[in-house]
């Protein structure tokens, strides 16, 4: 008998009729033996809706209240889930983060999973139940409600895997994998059979919303085979796990971006050690992430500096650097919130030379100018004017091959 945890996002149980289409799955599921524990997001449109009624009482409710709010919406989807369970004769409990016991951290809107009491969860498989497991949610140690940021289920669909050695974490949603991009941006991606953890990771962390950040990195740490499927049709997905199990092998496996991206430029810093500092060392002490940071060689004594920070905190970031500009006897501070960062990601850009020429000579070819590059072993990263995001996306999926079945060595 396997146990196996299934995630349902939000489309997946969008309507009543999703809700039931999921329970049949379940029964299906239950009835070829299979122990479950299924994890479900809040209704499609859920989210956004509890985050605007919280908007028009206060631009800033506190994490403490949001939390509680939000986590409505889940509890929502797992009692319905269940109701559709029992009305088929399988026995099934609801539970929300906090029963089940997934327990976080304290900071709200954003928490981080700390540990889970599976001793409950076995009791009720033993008994023969399958669990419907609230996503997203939590419990700080005293007591309050707590989220795990948007997409979070996918992170308790994960851990739950992790904590109970399940044999295998399916992700259902409405695409049947893991694309070599986003298949609403690029028709012609492609769904990838496998892809490492860590070139998930990377898809993850440089814009790719099918799966949390988080819950990659679970899955990696604890080795969960973790797989993206549809709820929507059959087959076999995509297969996320160790690089030696992965046995399609292109250069580049994927492309990401984001649109989440502004860049901060102060030009005329005096050239001298500890510059870096005093221009970035303010911007983190307010809690801003720093992305790229490119340093210009120096001219005359100055120096340029330049570095991206996620879009939501372009005005704040700017005001700061304003005011480093004028302590600092800079010449001007300013910025662009119109650019976008795009990502190419492959494992086997260890092993091959020209990745990153190809990779430029594709944009040059679009005449896309390219603002910005970080590199890492296995990603090449370029921030270009929003204007060139689809564009450039396609230009390199094209580029690299990514839509034809063959790959190339
Ligand atoms: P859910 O509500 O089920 O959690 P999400 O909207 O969070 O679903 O994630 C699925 C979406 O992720 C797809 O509809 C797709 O547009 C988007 N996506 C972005 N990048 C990729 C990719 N590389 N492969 C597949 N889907 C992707
Ligand atoms: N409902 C939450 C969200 O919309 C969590 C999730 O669906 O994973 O972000
Ligand atoms: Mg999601």
Redesign the pocket.
Known sequence: MSLIVQKY??TSVGTVERINAVADKLVDWRQRGNDLVVVV??MSG??NRLLGLANEITPNPTGRELDVLLST??QVTIALLSMALAQRGVKARSYTGSQVRILTDNAHNKARIREIDAARVHTDLAAGYILVVA??QGVDEAGNITTLG?????TTAVALAAALNADECQIYTDVNGVYTTDPRVVPEARRLTGITYEEMLEMASLGSKVL?IRSVEFASKYEVPLRVLSSFEEGEGTLISKEEQVMERAVISGIAFTRDEAQLTITGVPDEPGVAYRILGPISDANIEIDMIVQNIGADGTTDFTFTVNRNDYAKALKILEETAQTLGAREASGNDKIVKISIVGVGMRSHAGIASKMFRALAEEGINILMISTSEIKISVVVDEKYLELGVRALHSAFGLESETISE
């Open positions: 996002g939000g997001s809040a859920e989210t919406g889940e996503g997203f948007r997409g979070g289920s996918d949390q």
